[in-house]
Protein backbone atom coordinates (compact mmCIF):
# COMPACT_ATOMS: atom_id res chain seq x y z
CA UNK A 1 0.00 0.00 0.00
CA UNK A 2 2.77 2.33 0.96
CA UNK A 3 4.40 1.16 -2.17
CA UNK A 4 1.51 2.25 -3.99
CA UNK A 5 1.67 5.73 -2.21
CA UNK A 6 5.06 6.36 -2.96
CA UNK A 7 5.90 4.60 -6.05
CA UNK A 8 9.64 4.07 -7.07
CA UNK A 9 10.57 4.33 -3.54
CA UNK A 10 11.40 1.37 -1.36
CA UNK A 11 10.85 2.01 2.46
CA UNK A 12 13.63 1.11 4.75
CA UNK A 13 13.05 -1.65 6.70
CA UNK A 14 14.43 -1.25 10.77
CA UNK A 15 14.38 -4.38 12.47
CA UNK A 16 13.22 -4.23 16.01
CA UNK A 17 13.15 -6.95 18.41
CA UNK A 18 10.30 -7.11 21.12
CA UNK A 19 12.12 -6.65 24.29
CA UNK A 20 13.27 -3.49 22.37
CA UNK A 21 9.70 -2.17 21.60
CA UNK A 22 8.92 -3.21 25.33
CA UNK A 23 10.79 -0.75 26.88
CA UNK A 24 10.02 1.97 24.50
CA UNK A 25 6.18 1.41 25.79
CA UNK A 26 7.37 1.36 29.40
CA UNK A 27 9.34 4.82 28.82
CA UNK A 28 6.76 6.50 27.27
CA UNK A 29 4.09 5.48 30.10
CA UNK A 30 6.96 7.09 32.57
CA UNK A 31 6.88 10.25 30.69
CA UNK A 32 3.41 10.12 30.66
CA UNK A 33 2.93 8.96 34.30
CA UNK A 34 5.54 11.89 35.20
CA UNK A 35 4.34 14.39 33.43
CA UNK A 36 0.70 13.82 35.13
CA UNK A 37 2.57 13.69 38.44
CA UNK A 38 3.92 17.27 37.47
CA UNK A 39 0.80 18.48 35.94
CA UNK A 40 -1.25 17.55 39.21
CA UNK A 41 1.27 19.09 41.76
CA UNK A 42 0.93 22.56 39.40
CA UNK A 43 -2.72 22.38 39.68
CA UNK A 44 -2.35 21.97 43.51
CA UNK A 45 0.37 24.77 44.11
CA UNK A 46 -1.94 27.37 41.99
CA UNK A 47 -5.01 26.16 44.37
CA UNK A 48 -3.26 26.18 47.10
CA UNK A 49 -1.97 29.93 46.05
CA UNK A 50 -5.54 31.13 45.00
CA UNK A 51 -6.68 30.22 48.40
CA UNK A 52 -3.94 31.50 49.78
CA UNK A 53 -4.46 35.18 47.92
CA UNK A 54 -8.44 34.82 48.59
CA UNK A 55 -7.48 34.62 52.14
CA UNK A 56 -5.05 37.50 52.53
CA UNK A 57 -7.70 39.71 50.87
CA UNK A 58 -10.73 38.81 52.70
CA UNK A 59 -8.32 39.98 55.46
CA UNK A 60 -7.46 43.02 53.96
CA UNK A 61 -11.17 43.47 53.24
CA UNK A 62 -12.97 42.55 56.87
CA UNK A 63 -9.46 44.99 58.15
CA UNK A 64 -10.43 48.02 55.91
CA UNK A 65 -13.99 48.00 56.02
CA UNK A 66 -14.90 46.76 59.91
CA UNK A 67 -18.67 46.48 59.38
CA UNK A 68 -18.11 43.09 57.52
CA UNK A 69 -16.92 41.57 60.54
CA UNK A 70 -19.51 42.58 63.03
CA UNK A 71 -22.33 43.19 60.82
CA UNK A 72 -23.54 39.35 60.49
CA UNK A 73 -23.74 38.72 64.05
CA UNK A 74 -25.82 42.24 65.29
CA UNK A 75 -29.04 41.13 67.02
CA UNK A 76 -31.91 43.45 69.01
CA UNK A 77 -29.84 43.48 72.27
CA UNK A 78 -27.06 45.20 70.52
CA UNK A 79 -29.44 47.67 68.36
CA UNK A 80 -31.16 48.81 71.73
CA UNK A 81 -27.97 49.32 73.21
CA UNK A 82 -26.61 51.61 70.45
CA UNK A 83 -30.37 53.30 69.84
CA UNK A 84 -29.79 54.30 73.35
CA UNK A 85 -26.34 55.47 73.34
CA UNK A 86 -26.54 57.28 69.18
CA UNK A 87 -29.43 59.29 70.58
CA UNK A 88 -27.92 60.35 74.15
CA UNK A 89 -24.73 61.77 72.06
CA UNK A 90 -27.29 63.39 69.55
CA UNK A 91 -28.13 65.37 72.46
CA UNK A 92 -24.97 65.94 73.34
CA UNK A 93 -23.54 66.91 69.57
CA UNK A 94 -26.31 69.30 68.32
CA UNK A 95 -25.54 72.31 70.99
CA UNK A 96 -21.92 71.57 70.75
CA UNK A 97 -21.63 71.59 67.11
CA UNK A 98 -22.97 75.09 67.63
CA UNK A 99 -20.97 76.07 69.98
CA UNK A 100 -18.15 74.56 67.79
CA UNK A 101 -18.87 76.44 64.57
CA UNK A 102 -18.80 80.07 66.73
CA UNK A 103 -15.74 79.46 67.48
CA UNK A 104 -14.60 78.76 63.97
CA UNK A 105 -15.43 81.63 62.84
CA UNK A 106 -18.53 80.39 61.17
CA UNK A 107 -22.48 80.25 60.94
CA UNK A 108 -24.20 77.98 63.43
CA UNK A 109 -25.35 75.55 60.71
CA UNK A 110 -21.78 74.34 59.76
CA UNK A 111 -21.47 73.00 62.77
CA UNK A 112 -24.05 70.57 62.17
CA UNK A 113 -23.31 70.16 58.96
CA UNK A 114 -19.45 68.90 60.28
CA UNK A 115 -21.74 66.67 62.52
CA UNK A 116 -23.27 64.08 60.54
CA UNK A 117 -21.35 62.58 57.96
CA UNK A 118 -18.56 61.38 59.86
CA UNK A 119 -21.16 59.52 62.19
CA UNK A 120 -22.29 57.72 59.20
CA UNK A 121 -18.77 56.62 57.81
CA UNK A 122 -17.17 55.41 60.77
CA UNK A 123 -20.15 52.82 60.73
CA UNK A 124 -18.73 51.30 57.82
CA UNK A 125 -14.48 51.92 58.20
CA UNK A 126 -14.53 52.57 62.15
CA UNK A 127 -12.86 49.97 64.08
CA UNK A 128 -13.70 51.35 67.23
CA UNK A 129 -17.37 51.14 68.47
CA UNK A 130 -17.00 53.96 71.28
CA UNK A 131 -15.69 56.86 69.12
CA UNK A 132 -17.66 59.48 67.44
CA UNK A 133 -16.65 61.47 65.10
CA UNK A 134 -17.62 65.67 64.61
CA UNK A 135 -16.81 68.55 64.99
CA UNK A 136 -14.20 69.47 68.49
CA UNK A 137 -12.91 72.51 70.12
CA UNK A 138 -9.64 71.85 68.75
CA UNK A 139 -10.31 71.74 65.04
CA UNK A 140 -13.13 74.47 65.34
CA UNK A 141 -10.02 76.66 66.84
CA UNK A 142 -7.66 75.45 64.09
CA UNK A 143 -10.16 76.09 61.33
CA UNK A 144 -10.89 79.43 62.88
CA UNK A 145 -7.38 80.59 62.35
CA UNK A 146 -7.70 80.17 58.90
CA UNK A 147 -11.33 81.67 58.76
CA UNK A 148 -10.27 84.62 60.75
CA UNK A 149 -11.19 87.59 58.26
CA UNK A 150 -12.28 84.95 55.24
CA UNK A 151 -15.46 83.33 53.95
CA UNK A 152 -16.62 79.65 54.80
CA UNK A 153 -15.28 78.30 51.37
CA UNK A 154 -11.28 78.34 53.25
CA UNK A 155 -12.94 75.80 56.38
CA UNK A 156 -14.46 73.31 53.75
CA UNK A 157 -11.44 73.68 51.20
CA UNK A 158 -9.22 73.20 54.30
CA UNK A 159 -11.61 69.80 54.89
CA UNK A 160 -11.58 68.76 51.64
CA UNK A 161 -7.42 68.82 51.55
CA UNK A 162 -7.42 67.53 55.32
CA UNK A 163 -9.44 64.39 54.15
CA UNK A 164 -6.73 64.11 51.20
CA UNK A 165 -3.45 64.09 53.17
CA UNK A 166 -5.22 61.87 55.28
CA UNK A 167 -5.96 59.43 52.87
CA UNK A 168 -2.52 59.66 51.33
CA UNK A 169 -0.85 58.85 54.72
CA UNK A 170 -2.90 55.90 55.17
CA UNK A 171 -1.69 54.42 51.56
CA UNK A 172 1.57 54.86 52.56
CA UNK A 173 1.21 52.98 55.90
CA UNK A 174 2.51 56.22 58.26
CA UNK A 175 0.00 55.56 60.54
CA UNK A 176 2.57 54.03 62.99
CA UNK A 177 4.17 57.45 63.11
CA UNK A 178 1.91 58.40 65.25
CA UNK A 179 3.25 56.20 67.94
CA UNK A 180 6.67 58.29 67.89
CA UNK A 181 4.53 61.62 68.92
CA UNK A 182 5.86 61.56 72.69
CA UNK A 183 3.33 62.07 75.64
CA UNK A 184 4.76 65.12 76.62
CA UNK A 185 4.57 66.84 73.49
CA UNK A 186 0.83 65.96 73.31
CA UNK A 187 -0.08 67.17 76.91
CA UNK A 188 1.54 69.92 76.24
CA UNK A 189 -0.49 70.69 72.97
CA UNK A 190 -3.77 69.94 73.80
CA UNK A 191 -3.51 71.55 77.63
CA UNK A 192 -2.27 74.87 75.68
CA UNK A 193 -5.00 74.32 73.30
CA UNK A 194 -7.60 73.84 76.06
CA UNK A 195 -6.69 77.56 78.15
CA UNK A 196 -6.76 79.05 74.43
CA UNK A 197 -10.45 77.97 73.73
CA UNK A 198 -11.79 78.75 77.21
CA UNK A 199 -9.92 82.18 76.80
CA UNK A 200 -11.47 82.83 73.23
CA UNK A 201 -14.89 82.17 75.27
CA UNK A 202 -14.69 84.72 77.55
CA UNK A 203 -16.06 87.25 75.31
CA UNK A 204 -19.40 85.54 74.28
CA UNK A 205 -20.08 84.52 78.04
CA UNK A 206 -19.26 88.54 79.10
CA UNK A 207 -21.59 89.55 76.01
CA UNK A 208 -18.98 91.61 74.85
CA UNK A 209 -17.81 92.82 71.15
CA UNK A 210 -14.81 93.51 69.67
CA UNK A 211 -12.49 91.73 67.17
CA UNK A 212 -9.09 90.14 67.88
CA UNK A 213 -6.38 88.35 66.85
CA UNK A 214 -4.24 86.24 68.44
CA UNK A 215 -4.34 84.71 72.23
CA UNK A 216 -2.95 87.62 74.16
CA UNK A 217 -4.92 90.03 71.74
CA UNK A 218 -7.81 88.36 73.00
CA UNK A 219 -6.88 88.45 76.78
CA UNK A 220 -5.54 91.87 76.26
CA UNK A 221 -9.17 93.03 74.97
CA UNK A 222 -11.17 91.10 77.33
CA UNK A 223 -9.17 93.00 80.10
CA UNK A 224 -9.78 96.57 79.00
CA UNK A 225 -13.50 95.88 77.55
CA UNK A 226 -14.31 94.42 81.05
CA UNK A 227 -16.28 97.94 82.07
CA UNK A 228 -18.56 97.16 79.10
CA UNK A 229 -19.71 93.89 79.85
CA UNK A 230 -23.37 93.17 80.13
CA UNK A 231 -24.77 92.24 83.12
CA UNK A 232 -27.43 89.68 81.88
CA UNK A 233 -25.11 87.63 79.96
CA UNK A 234 -22.76 87.49 82.63
CA UNK A 235 -25.20 86.44 84.91
CA UNK A 236 -26.57 83.87 82.12
CA UNK A 237 -23.33 82.75 81.43
CA UNK A 238 -21.92 82.23 84.90
CA UNK A 239 -25.16 80.55 85.99
CA UNK A 240 -24.60 78.66 83.69
CA UNK A 241 -21.05 77.11 84.19
CA UNK A 242 -21.89 76.29 87.84
CA UNK A 243 -25.21 74.40 86.86
CA UNK A 244 -22.85 71.89 84.30
CA UNK A 245 -20.38 71.57 86.67
CA UNK A 246 -23.14 70.21 89.17
CA UNK A 247 -24.51 68.49 86.32
CA UNK A 248 -21.39 66.78 85.83
CA UNK A 249 -20.86 65.45 89.14
CA UNK A 250 -24.45 64.03 89.91
CA UNK A 251 -23.79 61.03 87.96
CA UNK A 252 -21.33 60.23 90.07
CA UNK A 253 -24.07 59.84 93.24
CA UNK A 254 -24.13 56.67 94.76
CA UNK A 255 -27.51 55.10 96.24
CA UNK A 256 -28.10 52.42 98.46
CA UNK A 257 -26.04 50.37 101.20
CA UNK A 258 -22.14 50.25 100.63
CA UNK A 259 -21.32 47.07 100.97
CA UNK A 260 -24.66 45.56 99.25
CA UNK A 261 -26.40 46.46 96.21
CA UNK A 262 -28.59 48.95 95.55
CA UNK A 263 -32.49 48.04 95.15
CA UNK A 264 -34.46 48.71 91.89
CA UNK A 265 -35.93 52.15 93.08
CA UNK A 266 -32.27 53.48 93.55
CA UNK A 267 -31.25 51.90 90.82
CA UNK A 268 -33.91 53.94 88.79
CA UNK A 269 -33.03 56.88 90.07
CA UNK A 270 -28.95 57.07 89.64
CA UNK A 271 -29.73 55.90 85.96
CA UNK A 272 -32.37 58.77 86.00
CA UNK A 273 -29.71 61.28 87.48
CA UNK A 274 -27.23 59.61 84.97
CA UNK A 275 -28.71 60.21 81.90
CA UNK A 276 -29.64 64.22 83.15
CA UNK A 277 -26.20 64.72 83.76
CA UNK A 278 -25.35 62.95 80.31
CA UNK A 279 -27.67 65.82 78.53
CA UNK A 280 -26.82 68.73 80.99
CA UNK A 281 -25.40 70.23 77.53
CA UNK A 282 -29.16 69.82 76.05
CA UNK A 283 -30.88 70.90 79.32
CA UNK A 284 -28.82 73.67 79.70
CA UNK A 285 -29.37 75.28 76.37
CA UNK A 286 -32.92 74.38 76.08
CA UNK A 287 -33.68 76.40 79.41
CA UNK A 288 -31.36 78.77 78.36
CA UNK A 289 -33.84 79.50 75.31
CA UNK A 290 -37.29 79.66 76.77
CA UNK A 291 -35.85 82.34 79.11
CA UNK A 292 -34.72 84.21 76.35
CA UNK A 293 -37.87 83.35 74.25
CA UNK A 294 -40.15 84.23 76.96
CA UNK A 295 -38.43 87.52 77.62
CA UNK A 296 -37.83 88.37 73.96
CA UNK A 297 -41.90 87.73 73.44
CA UNK A 298 -42.69 90.76 76.77
CA UNK A 299 -40.12 92.90 75.42
CA UNK A 300 -39.08 93.05 71.44
CA UNK A 301 -35.39 93.87 72.70
CA UNK A 302 -33.48 91.08 74.24
CA UNK A 303 -31.46 91.38 77.31
CA UNK A 304 -28.95 88.60 76.25
CA UNK A 305 -26.62 88.45 72.72
CA UNK A 306 -28.70 85.14 70.62
CA UNK A 307 -27.45 83.17 68.49
CA UNK A 308 -29.86 84.49 65.42
CA UNK A 309 -31.17 82.97 62.48
CA UNK A 310 -29.82 79.55 61.80
CA UNK A 311 -29.99 78.50 58.00
CA UNK A 312 -33.08 75.38 58.07
CA UNK A 313 -32.61 72.45 55.98
CA UNK A 314 -29.71 70.43 54.50
CA UNK A 315 -26.48 71.42 52.89
CA UNK A 316 -26.11 71.92 49.52
CA UNK A 317 -23.95 68.88 48.52
CA UNK A 318 -21.64 69.25 46.09
CA UNK A 319 -17.96 69.84 45.43
CA UNK A 320 -15.75 71.83 47.93
CA UNK A 321 -14.92 75.37 46.44
CA UNK A 322 -11.73 75.29 44.13
CA UNK A 323 -12.19 78.86 44.41
CA UNK A 324 -13.98 81.78 45.87
CA UNK A 325 -14.48 85.48 45.89
CA UNK A 326 -13.86 87.53 48.98
CA UNK A 327 -14.78 91.47 48.47
CA UNK A 328 -13.66 92.62 45.45
CA UNK A 329 -10.75 89.77 45.16
CA UNK A 330 -10.85 86.59 43.03
CA UNK A 331 -8.90 83.42 44.43
CA UNK A 332 -7.89 80.55 42.53
CA UNK A 333 -7.21 77.15 44.25
CA UNK A 334 -3.73 77.79 44.25
CA UNK A 335 -4.41 81.02 45.92
CA UNK A 336 -6.39 79.40 48.22
CA UNK A 337 -4.20 77.08 49.24
CA UNK A 338 -1.52 79.47 49.47
CA UNK A 339 -3.28 81.57 51.97
CA UNK A 340 -4.01 77.75 54.06
CA UNK A 341 -0.18 77.03 53.98
CA UNK A 342 1.16 74.79 57.10
CA UNK A 343 -2.33 74.21 58.16
CA UNK A 344 -2.65 71.83 55.13
CA UNK A 345 -0.23 69.51 56.73
CA UNK A 346 -0.35 70.15 60.92
CA UNK A 347 -4.54 69.94 61.01
CA UNK A 348 -4.46 66.34 59.47
CA UNK A 349 -1.76 65.70 61.57
CA UNK A 350 -3.49 66.85 64.78
CA UNK A 351 -6.46 65.63 63.86
CA UNK A 352 -5.54 61.75 63.57
CA UNK A 353 -3.20 62.13 66.59
CA UNK A 354 -6.33 63.05 68.62
CA UNK A 355 -8.42 60.17 67.53
CA UNK A 356 -6.00 57.23 67.78
CA UNK A 357 -5.45 58.75 71.14
CA UNK A 358 -9.23 58.29 71.92
CA UNK A 359 -9.32 54.62 70.29
CA UNK A 360 -6.34 53.77 72.64
CA UNK A 361 -8.25 54.89 75.49
CA UNK A 362 -11.05 53.20 75.04
CA UNK A 363 -9.27 50.14 73.09
CA UNK A 364 -9.11 48.00 76.81
CA UNK A 365 -5.64 47.14 76.25
CA UNK A 366 -6.14 46.10 72.77
CA UNK A 367 -4.01 47.06 69.69
CA UNK A 368 -5.24 50.20 67.96
CA UNK A 369 -4.45 49.81 64.01
CA UNK A 370 -3.61 53.43 63.60
CA UNK A 371 -3.25 53.61 60.27
CA UNK A 372 -7.57 51.86 59.40
CA UNK A 373 -8.36 55.22 61.45
CA UNK A 374 -5.70 57.19 59.34
CA UNK A 375 -8.41 55.90 56.26
CA UNK A 376 -11.40 56.19 58.42
CA UNK A 377 -11.06 59.68 59.23
CA UNK A 378 -9.37 60.91 55.89
CA UNK A 379 -12.45 59.87 54.33
CA UNK A 380 -15.34 61.75 57.00
CA UNK A 381 -13.05 64.78 56.24
CA UNK A 382 -13.00 63.86 52.26
CA UNK A 383 -17.08 63.39 52.08
CA UNK A 384 -17.64 65.97 54.88
CA UNK A 385 -16.29 68.47 52.66
CA UNK A 386 -18.98 67.98 49.97
CA UNK A 387 -21.86 68.60 52.79
CA UNK A 388 -19.94 72.10 53.32
CA UNK A 389 -18.26 70.73 56.80
CA UNK A 390 -15.07 72.26 58.41
CA UNK A 391 -12.09 69.65 59.76
CA UNK A 392 -13.57 67.26 62.13
CA UNK A 393 -12.04 64.31 64.42
CA UNK A 394 -12.90 62.28 67.40
CA UNK A 395 -14.61 63.73 69.98
CA UNK A 396 -13.49 62.48 73.80
CA UNK A 397 -16.39 64.16 75.69
CA UNK A 398 -18.61 62.97 73.16
CA UNK A 399 -16.81 59.09 72.94
CA UNK A 400 -16.73 58.79 76.48
CA UNK A 401 -20.77 59.52 76.54
CA UNK A 402 -21.11 56.63 73.82
CA UNK A 403 -18.57 54.77 76.08
CA UNK A 404 -20.88 55.37 79.00
CA UNK A 405 -24.09 54.86 77.52
CA UNK A 406 -23.20 51.25 77.13
CA UNK A 407 -22.98 51.26 73.20
CA UNK A 408 -22.08 47.92 71.66
CA UNK A 409 -20.85 48.54 68.15
CA UNK A 410 -19.76 51.47 65.91
CA UNK A 411 -23.66 51.29 64.53
CA UNK A 412 -24.70 53.64 67.71
CA UNK A 413 -23.29 56.46 64.89
CA UNK A 414 -26.21 55.93 62.89
CA UNK A 415 -28.49 56.81 64.97
CA UNK A 416 -26.51 60.22 66.18
CA UNK A 417 -26.20 61.14 62.53
CA UNK A 418 -30.28 60.69 62.20
CA UNK A 419 -31.11 62.69 65.23
CA UNK A 420 -28.88 65.36 63.54
CA UNK A 421 -30.72 65.80 60.60
CA UNK A 422 -33.77 65.63 62.24
CA UNK A 423 -32.79 68.58 63.81
CA UNK A 424 -31.46 70.04 60.60
CA UNK A 425 -34.76 69.96 59.18
CA UNK A 426 -37.02 70.51 61.82
CA UNK A 427 -35.27 72.18 64.95
CA UNK A 428 -33.11 74.99 63.78
CA UNK A 429 -35.81 78.14 63.91
CA UNK A 430 -36.01 77.64 67.46
CA UNK A 431 -32.04 77.56 67.23
CA UNK A 432 -32.65 81.34 66.88
CA UNK A 433 -32.70 82.12 70.71
CA UNK A 434 -30.13 80.18 72.09
CA UNK A 435 -27.95 82.80 74.30
CA UNK A 436 -24.45 83.22 72.92
CA UNK A 437 -23.71 83.00 76.35
CA UNK A 438 -25.17 80.11 77.15
CA UNK A 439 -22.96 77.95 74.10
CA UNK A 440 -19.54 79.80 75.67
CA UNK A 441 -20.14 78.01 78.81
CA UNK A 442 -21.15 74.67 76.91
CA UNK A 443 -17.46 75.30 75.64
CA UNK A 444 -15.54 76.32 78.70
CA UNK A 445 -16.70 73.38 80.72
CA UNK A 446 -15.71 70.98 77.87
CA UNK A 447 -12.55 72.05 77.53
CA UNK A 448 -11.29 72.61 80.61
CA UNK A 449 -11.06 68.90 81.56
CA UNK A 450 -8.80 68.65 78.95
CA UNK A 451 -6.28 70.25 80.55
CA UNK A 452 -4.10 67.76 82.07
CA UNK A 453 -3.03 69.76 84.86
CA UNK A 454 -2.65 66.11 87.58
CA UNK A 455 0.38 64.68 84.91
CA UNK A 456 2.80 68.21 84.80
CA UNK A 457 4.10 68.43 88.32
CA UNK A 458 5.43 64.82 88.58
CA UNK A 459 6.77 64.47 84.30
CA UNK A 460 7.77 67.99 85.17
CA UNK A 461 10.27 66.52 87.72
CA UNK A 462 11.64 63.46 85.99
CA UNK A 463 11.47 64.75 82.66
CA UNK A 464 13.48 67.31 80.66
CA UNK A 465 12.49 66.10 77.02
CA UNK A 466 8.84 66.97 78.88
CA UNK A 467 9.94 70.20 79.89
CA UNK A 468 10.39 70.39 76.15
CA UNK A 469 7.58 69.25 74.98
CA UNK A 470 5.41 71.63 77.16
CA UNK A 471 7.22 74.53 75.84
CA UNK A 472 6.69 73.00 71.98
CA UNK A 473 3.02 72.66 72.83
CA UNK A 474 2.57 76.07 74.20
CA UNK A 475 4.53 78.24 71.71
CA UNK A 476 2.35 76.22 68.69
Not at 277 to 304: G, K, M
Request: glycine share 8%; hydrophobic share 45%; net charge positive.
Amino acid sequence: MLQSLSPGVELERFPVSRSQASGSTDNIFHRLNKFQMSLSTSIGNSENNHATWMKRLKTSLYRCVPILSWMPLYNADKFICDLIAGVTVGLTVIPQSLAYATLAGLEPQYGLYSAFVGCFVYVVFGSCKDITIGPTALMALMTYQQVIGRNADFAILLCFLTGCVQLLMAILHLGVLVDFISIPVTVGFTSATSVIIACSQLKGLLGLSFKSNGFLDTVNKVWTHIPKTRPWDATLGFTCIVVLLLLRKIKDIKLGPKDGKPNKRQKTIMKTLWLISTARNVFVVVVCSFIAYNLHAENEDSPFILTGTVRSGLPSFGLPPFGTNLGNQTYSFADMCSELGSSIVLVPIIGVLGNVAIAKAFSSGDSVDATQELLTLGICNLLGSFASSFPVTGSFSRSAVNHASGVMTPFGGFYTGVLILLALGLLTPYFYFIPKASLAAVIICAVVFMIEYEVVKPMWKSSHTFRGGVLAGDTS
